[in-house]
């Protein structure tokens, strides 16, 4: 039997809603709106009770969008997902309660869906072969987590972050080379013209994969901040030195995102290894977890539209959640931290 999904994500400042069909347990994507919220641009960073008028402001439009797109009408849906958390709780409450709303109206089920599932999701929309067991670097703005995905609901955590998430630390390093948030991709296209190697900037944490405990897949950046932070100062010429600047640090997250992702793998003998979140829309961090993983391990990664937060992805995870029979109730509230569901430590 076919079903009919709409996702909703609101996490942060993205407004998406997707219409998702299942059939024959494949996942076919009828729409996909994503609004970008352009009010956090002069403030440097987002700023919740903004994110949170904006999304009151738009779900309607966006969701009525999606179905439009879908040619679908509210009373041909089977169930709604929609993002509880972590996030932005006055974001997330917004999407939250939308769904409610019409899972209420139409008599239909839905599900709260965790964003990071989603963002584990995100593949399958378009690698139908994709499947556990698989090891996933999660690398978003506000996360990153290494996982060994023993089963769809099956998480084990092999490490994160201490400090700063990647995407984070992009952002961050993107105010201090004088760039507008989030810099991710601007900082990327930056890098391709710059030289490596001009300035020495610490590989951090990468030592403790030789180290026996518990710190072996652990992560940390504010160090590597501080370090860009020192190099600007000690700049002459910070537009000069900006593309030089932009390919050192992203070398030096790639390669410990890329020596412990790639370590996980082989020594758990996985054949696919999975990038996902906003970060993993940078194609050097992609080509050099390929490279790295020849001959031992295949790298799925999503299209950029289906990393950046979208509402397709959390329909694709609630589509498998719903269909095990599992439901959400209206007392159901936004949460802004918490575990993935199913995941136990490493
Ligand atoms: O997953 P996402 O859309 O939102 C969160 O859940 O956080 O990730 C956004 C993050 C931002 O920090 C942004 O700078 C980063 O992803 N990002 C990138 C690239 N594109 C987006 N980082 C590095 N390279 C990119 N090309
Ligand atoms: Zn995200």
Redesign the pocket.
């Known amino acids: 039997m076919a079903e009919r999904l709409l996702g909703i994500e609101t996490?942060?400042d993205?407004t998406s809603a997707a219409v998702l069909r299942i059939e024959g347990g494949r996942p076919v994507l009828e729409s996909l709106v994503i609004l970008s919220q352009d009010v956090h641009r002069v403030f440097g960073g987002v700023v919740p009770e903004l994110a949170s008028r904006e999304h009151l402001r738009t779900i309607g439009p966006v969701t009525d969008r999606a179905l439009a797109e879908a040619g679908v009408e509210l009373g041909q849906l089977d169930g709604l997902a929609v993002t509880a958390g972590p996030?932005l709780v006055g974001a997330l409450l917004v999407g939250l309660m939308y769904a409610k709303g019409l899972s209420f109206g139409l008599g239909k089920p839905y599900l709260g869906v965790h964003?990071?599932e989603g963002?584990l999701f995100a593949p399958t929309l378009e690698d139908l072969e994709l499947a556990p067991p698989f090891v996933a670097l999660l690398?978003?703005?506000?996360?990153t987590l290494l996982l060994d995905v023993e089963g769809w609901g099956r998480y084990r955590l092999l490490g994160q972050t201490l400090d700063d998430?990647?995407?984070?630390a992009?952002?961050k390093v993107?105010t201090l080379l004088g760039l507008e948030?989030?810099?991710?991709?601007e900082?990327?296209r930056l890098a391709r013209e710059g030289k490596p190697g001009r300035f020495r900037l610490p590989r951090s944490m990468l030592h403790t994969l030789d180290q026996a405990g518990d710190q072996r897949f652990a992560f940390s950046f504010s160090g590597l901040k501080t370090a860009v932070l020192r190099a600007v100062k000690a700049s002459t010429d910070v537009a000069r030195d900006r593309p030089d600047l932009a390919r050192d640090f992203?070398d030096a997250v790639i390669e410990v995102l890329v020596e412990k992702t790639a370590r996980a793998t082989e020594e758990l003998g996985r054949t696919v290894a999975v990038l996902?979140?906003?970060?993993?829309?940078?194609?050097?961090?992609a080509d050099a977890l390929r490279e790295r993983l020849q001959g031992i391990a295949r790298v799925a990664v999503a299209s950029?539209r289906l990393?950046?937060?979208?509402a397709a992805m959390i329909a694709a995870a609630g589509a498998w959640r719903l269909a095990r029979g599992e439901r959400s109730g209206m007392d159901l509230e936004p949460f802004d931290s918490g575990p993935l569901p199913g995941m136990v430590l490493g």
Not at 165 to 168: D, L, M, R, V
Not at 181 to 185: L, M, R
Not at 276 to 285: D, E, M, Q
């Open positions: 996490s942060c993205e996030g964003h990071l963002h690398v978003s703005g506000g996360h998430a990647a995407g984070e992009f952002d993107g948030y989030p810099a991710g991709a900082i990327e992203q996902g979140g906003g970060v993993a829309c940078n194609r050097a961090l950029p990393n950046t937060d979208n």
